[in-house]
């Protein structure tokens, strides 16, 4: 695989469950540097905290949603570049283009494989 | 070149630089090109060539496919980039541009109004679904450690999240516009909706998607949460419920893990629901193209007609069509009406601790009462000053005010406690079979914060017996000429200082003999004693009726009905029952405003000052000498209109000495608590007033037959009798 495993990677997702299901399949591409938040908020203060090398995020959560995590990202200086990308359920196209003209790396909609995440993955931290 | 054409100008460069060095699917750099022709579509209006907004129009469609992966190559949008540039050098050069565009717009795609995508995604379902069933049959029996811990994970966090729904259902059909609440009850369908993709629960997956796209269409504005909807979005949860609960029993003896729910009929319900609101949704439009003045009301009465005969076509499509409006305000009306449907502003709300509210009302009550010490301060008085005359006056109006608004913050509308009602009896109904429409009036009426909170179980009892044994069956009610739905209704209002709830239902009401025929078998009625029909039904309130179960099935109600007497009256008010053999039963509950202010007589005894809560008196009269006597064995009674009730002597309760001792010189109050009524006997009335509850502290607090202290317009301490402690004491020592 055509990119570093070794980068600390944010999970935002408000289920439980399909946190664990992302860090499984992080797992599967070799990461093992992964932390969690449940909300935009949460994940805002755990980047302050420690920046990471790459933010996996749902769109849809209470309190602060991802697209408006996207945008506190690309917004705060020291956190802008930060890779990332977003998880959207099928069918939500006019979610995808918001995300993008808010400048997210990339996309992947749910329900993913493990190859097609590993492929969205080397598109954003290949080179 | 003129001003309003440079920033366009800006934005091409951008966007052309970003175009050529495009590299394949560079989603942000796709992300910038879309933020320019954003801007460009918003500026376009300035060059006067509407093949300029057409082509930014199919530029932009082209981009989405690009950044939907629908389509890979970048030449044509090079090519429309390209185009656009020189349409603009052109129009800035003031000339004409004379290409034709149609071998490029055909390129970029063919602009399309109708939503295509949702066939796309329709379809792309299917396949997926199928996959997920063939790859079902083969895994269903390998789960390993991890997918199993998942799919655990899984069943209890989607049971947590629907029981939220609940809740968060109540909230919006308080006001169904409610955006967040909305997302709240949204949120649980979406997530189970993507994880179950994940875990290959493909009928959990399609139920979940399905009351998704309704809730989608609620939080876009175009369907009310309410009855229907509600009734629907219920059901789902409950049909999940099963699935997922089934899901855990599958794993647990490894069984199938989606059990044969056919869920296919409720999924009609919900598509046919959503069919019906689009339908309806094109009306919107018109109005506000009619309100814009785009158009007439008669031409849009016209196109709507248009369109029943065209079932396939939208409103706008048809007003351009027939260029009465240009497809520029057809596109701002829809985004208006997006942005707008419907929707009311919020009120700006913050969420206060009660215990602070508590402390304000407390300190507001303090602030009163310094402020009357220091009017009637004598010092001051004496000054006679006019000036600080008004000076304290204006203080006076201040703290009033001050006082009325720090009550009023405790109060909240009786809505909610009544939404939760919906559901209760929609579930009664169900189990027993009988149709029941709930209606409620008065919902915002405000009642005591401490009180609503209070009042929830005793009335879920009334309803819960109105419904059970009030209402007959169906068909029991047309037999006797009823309607076969049966009504309940809530009601809620303000009568002089007072709450008044009302539960009423048009059922079989009570049955008089029966009630009458229990009692005497608990000798609760000595004979035949003339009871009104009210006093008969008001029985059933009477602890003894709790446990007359035969009786109470028959007669209709009962059980338990002494426990919601008594839940009431902690809250220091009534209920009352009436009923109509045949035609329904009201239930009355009387309610205080507030539980922090009181009405009450204030009565002096010796130097002592009392207040006798007004609810629990039924008249106060000076004695004839003829009327007071002893009875051996039971002590000073007093006749009252034919009944000895016992006097007692309030002063030798609260351990003063009173000025008049005999009774016919002084002054009597008859106080009823349950039923049993005693006179107490007294020197003085000194009026009705209302006073502020206050706590006597930890110390005092179980000090009988004191309820609180008030502080009295003097800034003296008055006390608060508490009648039940009274009586109690009253039966002990005499």
Same mark, same amino acid.
């Given at each position: 695989?055509?990119?570093?495993?070794?980068?600390?990677?944010?999970?935002?997702?408000?289920?439980?469950?399909?946190?664990?299901?992302?860090?499984?399949?992080?797992?599967?591409?070799?990461?093992?540097?992964?932390?969690?938040?449940?909300?935009?908020?949460?994940?805002?203060?755990?980047?302050?905290?420690?920046?990471?090398?790459? *933010?996996?995020?749902?769109?849809?959560?209470?309190?602060?949603?991802?697209?408006?995590?996207?945008?506190?990202?690309?917004?705060?200086?020291?956190?802008?570049?930060?890779?990332?990308?977003?998880?959207?359920?099928?069918?939500?196209?006019?979610?995808? *283009?918001?995300?993008?003209?808010?400048?997210?790396?990339?996309?992947?909609?749910?329900?993913?494989?493990?190859?097609?995440?590993?492929?969205?993955?080397?598109?954003?931290?290949?080179? | 070149?003129?001003?309003?054409?440079?920033?366009?100008?800006?934005?091409?460069?951008?966007?052309?630089?970003?175009?050529?060095?495009?590299?394949?699917?560079?989603?942000?750099?796709?992300?910038?090109?879309?933020?320019?022709?954003?801007?460009?579509?918003?500026?376009?209006?300035?060059?006067?060539?509407?093949?300029?907004?057409?082509?930014?129009?199919?530029?932009?469609?082209?981009?989405?496919?690009?950044?939907?992966?629908?389509?890979?190559?970048?030449?044509?949008?090079?090519?429309?980039?390209?185009?656009?540039?020189?349409?603009?050098?052109?129009?800035?050069?003031?000339?004409? =541009?004379?290409?034709?565009?149609?071998?490029?717009?055909?390129?970029?795609?063919?602009?399309?109004?109708?939503?295509?995508?949702?066939?796309?995604?329709?379809?792309?379902?299917?396949?997926?679904?199928?996959?997920?069933?063939?790859?079902?049959?083969?895994?269903?029996?390998?789960?390993?450690?991890?997918?199993? +811990?998942?799919?655990?994970?899984?069943?209890?966090?989607?049971?947590?999240?629907?029981?939220?729904?609940?809740?968060?259902?109540?909230?919006?059909?308080?006001?169904?516009?409610?955006?967040?609440?909305?997302?709240?009850?949204?949120?649980?369908?979406?997530?189970?909706? /993507?994880?179950?993709? =994940?875990?290959?629960?493909?009928?959990?997956?399609?139920?979940?998607?399905?009351?998704?796209?309704?809730?989608?269409?609620?939080?876009?504005?175009?369907?009310?949460?309410?009855?229907?909807?509600?009734?629907? !979005?219920? +059901?789902?949860?409950?049909?999940?419920?099963?699935?997922?609960?089934?899901?855990?029993?599958?794993?647990?003896?490894?069984?199938?893990?989606?059990?044969?729910?056919?869920?296919?009929?409720?999924?009609?319900?919900?598509?046919?629901?959503?069919?019906? @609101?689009?339908?309806?949704?094109?009306?919107?439009?018109?109005?506000?193209?009619?309100?814009?003045?785009?158009?007439?009301?008669?031409?849009?009465?016209?196109?709507?007609?248009?369109?029943?005969? $065209?079932?396939?076509?939208?409103?706008?499509?048809?007003?351009?069509?027939?260029?009465?409006?240009?497809?520029?305000?057809?596109?701002?009306?829809?985004?208006?009406?997006?942005?707008?449907?419907?929707?009311?502003?919020?009120?700006?709300?913050?969420?206060?601790?009660?215990?602070?509210?508590?402390?304000?009302?407390?300190?507001?009550?303090?602030?009163?009462?310094?402020?009357?010490?220091?009017?009637?301060?004598?010092?001051?008085?004496?000054?006679?000053?006019?000036?600080?005359?008004?000076?304290?006056?204006?203080?006076?109006?201040?703290?009033?005010?001050?006082?009325?608004?720090?009550?009023?913050?405790?109060?909240?509308?009786?809505?909610?406690?009544?939404?939760?009602?919906?559901?209760?009896?929609?579930?009664?109904?169900? $189990?027993? /079979?009988?149709?029941?429409?709930?209606?409620?009036?008065?919902? #915002?009426?405000?009642?005591?914060?401490?009180?609503?909170?209070?009042?929830?179980?005793?009335?879920?009892?009334?309803?819960?017996?109105?419904?059970?044994?009030?209402?007959?069956?169906?068909?029991?009610?047309?037999?006797?000429?009823?309607?076969?739905?049966?009504?309940?209704?809530?009601?809620?209002?303000?009568?002089?200082?007072?709450?008044?709830?009302?539960?009423?239902?048009?059922?079989?009401?009570? #049955?008089?003999?029966?009630?009458?025929?229990?009692?005497?078998?608990?000798?609760?009625?000595? #004979?035949?004693?003339?009871? @009104?029909?009210?006093?008969?039904?008001?029985?059933? =309130?009477?602890?003894?009726?709790?446990?007359?179960? +035969?009786?109470?099935?028959?007669?209709?109600?009962?059980?338990?009905? #002494?426990?919601?007497?008594?839940?009431?009256?902690?809250?220091?008010?009534?209920?009352?029952?009436?009923?109509?053999?045949?035609?329904?039963?009201?239930?009355?509950?009387?309610?205080?405003?507030?539980?922090?202010?009181?009405?009450?007589?204030?009565?002096?005894?010796?130097?002592?000052?009392?207040?006798?809560?007004?609810?629990?008196?039924?008249? @106060?009269?000076?004695?004839?000498?003829?009327?007071?006597?002893?009875? $051996?064995?039971?002590?000073?009674?007093?006749?009252?209109?034919?009944?000895?009730?016992?006097?007692?002597?309030?002063?030798?309760?609260?351990?003063?000495?009173?000025?008049?001792?005999?009774?016919?010189?002084?002054?009597?109050?008859?106080?009823?608590?349950?039923?049993?009524?005693?006179?107490?006997?007294?020197?003085?009335?000194?009026?009705?007033?209302? !006073?502020?509850?206050? @706590?006597?502290?930890?110390?005092? $607090?179980?000090?009988?037959?004191?309820?609180?202290?008030?502080?009295?317009?003097?800034?003296?301490?008055?006390?608060?009798?508490?009648?039940?402690?009274?009586?109690?004491?009253?039966?002990?020592?005499?």
């Amino acid at each position: 695989m055509g990119f570093d495993t070794s980068i600390k990677v944010l999970i935002v997702d408000d289920f439980a469950t399909m946190r664990r299901i992302v860090k499984g399949v992080l797992k599967q591409l070799g990461f093992s540097n992964i932390v969690e938040a449940e909300d935009g908020s949460a994940a805002l203060s755990e980047l302050k905290k420690d920046p990471v090398g790459l *933010i996996v995020s749902d769109w849809n959560m209470p309190k602060m949603s991802g697209l408006d995590l996207l945008k506190a990202v690309r917004g705060n200086a020291s956190l802008k570049d930060i890779p990332f990308v977003m998880v959207t359920a099928e069918g939500q196209k006019e979610n995808v *283009i918001e995300a993008v003209k808010a400048g997210v790396n990339n996309y992947i909609m749910k329900p993913f494989t493990p190859e097609t995440f590993s492929e969205k993955l080397e598109k954003v931290l290949g080179d | 070149m003129s001003q309003g054409l440079k920033p366009i100008g800006k934005q091409l460069e951008l966007m052309a630089l970003e175009v050529v060095t495009l590299d394949g699917e560079d989603i942000q750099s796709l992300g910038k090109i879309m933020n320019s022709i954003d801007a460009i579509e918003g500026l376009s209006g300035q060059i006067d060539q509407p093949v300029f907004r057409r082509l930014t129009g199919a530029v932009k469609q082209y981009l989405e496919k690009l950044i939907l992966f629908e389509e890979s190559d970048v030449a044509p949008l090079e090519e429309g980039v390209g185009c656009l540039q020189d349409i603009f050098r052109a129009a800035s050069r003031e000339e004409d =541009f004379k290409k034709d565009m149609g071998p490029l717009l055909e390129k970029l795609g063919p602009p399309d109004l109708t939503p295509r995508e949702e066939n796309v995604k329709e379809t792309e379902n299917h396949d997926s679904n199928e996959n997920v069933q063939n790859q079902d049959a083969e895994e269903i029996q390998e789960l390993n450690e991890e997918d199993r +811990e998942i799919l655990s994970d899984f069943v209890s966090e989607s049971l947590e999240n629907l029981a939220s729904i609940e809740l968060n259902l109540i909230d919006l059909e308080d006001d169904p516009e409610n955006l967040e609440a909305i997302n709240a009850i949204f949120r649980p369908f979406h997530t189970i909706k /993507g994880v179950s993709a =994940f875990l290959h629960l493909e009928k959990i997956n399609k139920l979940a998607h399905g009351s998704e796209n309704l809730l989608d269409k609620a939080r876009d504005g175009d369907i009310k949460v309410e009855g229907n909807v509600v009734d629907l !979005v219920l +059901e789902s949860v409950d049909m999940l419920k099963r699935m997922i609960q089934g899901v855990e029993e599958g794993l647990r003896n490894g069984t199938a893990l989606e059990r044969g729910l056919d869920i296919n009929p409720l999924l009609d319900k919900i598509q046919s629901f959503i069919s019906r @609101s689009d339908a309806l949704s094109g009306k919107l439009l018109g109005e506000i193209l009619v309100e814009e003045g785009v158009i007439t009301k008669e031409k849009l009465d016209e196109s709507l007609k248009e369109q029943e005969e $065209k079932p396939d076509k939208k409103l706008g499509e048809i007003l351009v069509e027939e260029r009465s409006a240009d497809p520029r305000e057809v596109v701002e009306a829809l985004r208006s009406q997006k942005k707008f449907g419907g929707k009311k502003p919020l009120d700006l709300q913050i969420k206060v601790d009660t215990k602070k509210l508590d402390i304000l009302v407390d300190m507001t009550g303090e602030l009163v009462i310094a402020q009357s010490m220091l009017r009637q301060n004598e010092t001051l008085i004496s000054v006679g000053n006019q000036k600080l005359n008004q000076n304290l006056n204006q203080l006076n109006q201040i703290t009033s005010t001050l006082q009325k608004t720090a009550m009023s913050l405790r109060m909240v509308p009786i809505r909610s406690t009544f939404q939760k009602m919906v559901r209760l009896v929609r579930d009664l109904a169900k $189990k027993s /079979g009988k149709q029941v429409t709930l209606t409620m009036g008065g919902e #915002d009426t405000e009642i005591d914060r401490n009180v609503v909170d209070e009042l929830y179980e005793p009335m879920v009892h009334m309803i819960r017996n109105a419904v059970d044994h009030g209402i007959e069956e169906p068909q029991t009610r047309e037999a006797n000429g009823k309607p076969a739905n049966g009504s309940l209704q809530l009601q809620a209002y303000h009568r002089g200082g007072n709450v008044i709830i009302e539960i009423s239902d048009d059922g079989k009401g009570l #049955d008089r003999e029966r009630i009458l025929e229990k009692a005497k078998a608990n000798k609760m009625v000595t #004979d035949e004693a003339d009871l @009104s029909d009210s006093e008969i039904y008001n029985l059933i =309130f009477q602890p003894g009726f709790s446990t007359a179960r +035969e009786v109470t099935e028959v007669s209709g109600r009962g059980v338990g009905m #002494d426990v919601v007497k008594k839940a009431i009256e902690k809250l220091r008010g009534r209920v009352e029952i009436n009923s109509t053999p045949g035609q329904g039963s009201i239930f009355t509950i009387n309610l205080p405003l507030t539980l922090a202010i009181i009405e009450g007589m204030v009565v002096k005894v010796g130097e002592e000052r009392y207040i006798i809560p007004a609810l629990a008196i039924l008249e @106060s009269f000076r004695p004839e000498k003829a009327q007071y006597s002893t009875v $051996k064995g039971k002590g000073e009674m007093v006749l009252v209109r034919g009944k000895l009730i016992p006097l007692i002597r309030l002063d030798r309760i609260v351990g003063t000495k009173g000025k008049y001792q005999n009774p016919w010189e002084g002054l009597v109050v008859a106080v009823e608590h349950e039923k049993y009524q005693m006179c107490l006997l007294l020197d003085e009335l000194l009026g009705k007033e209302e !006073v502020v509850i206050k @706590s006597l502290g930890e110390n005092l $607090k179980h000090i009988r037959g004191l309820a609180g202290g008030a502080i009295m317009g003097d800034g003296r301490v008055g006390l608060i009798l508490d009648v039940a402690g009274l009586f109690e004491i009253a039966r002990e020592d005499y």
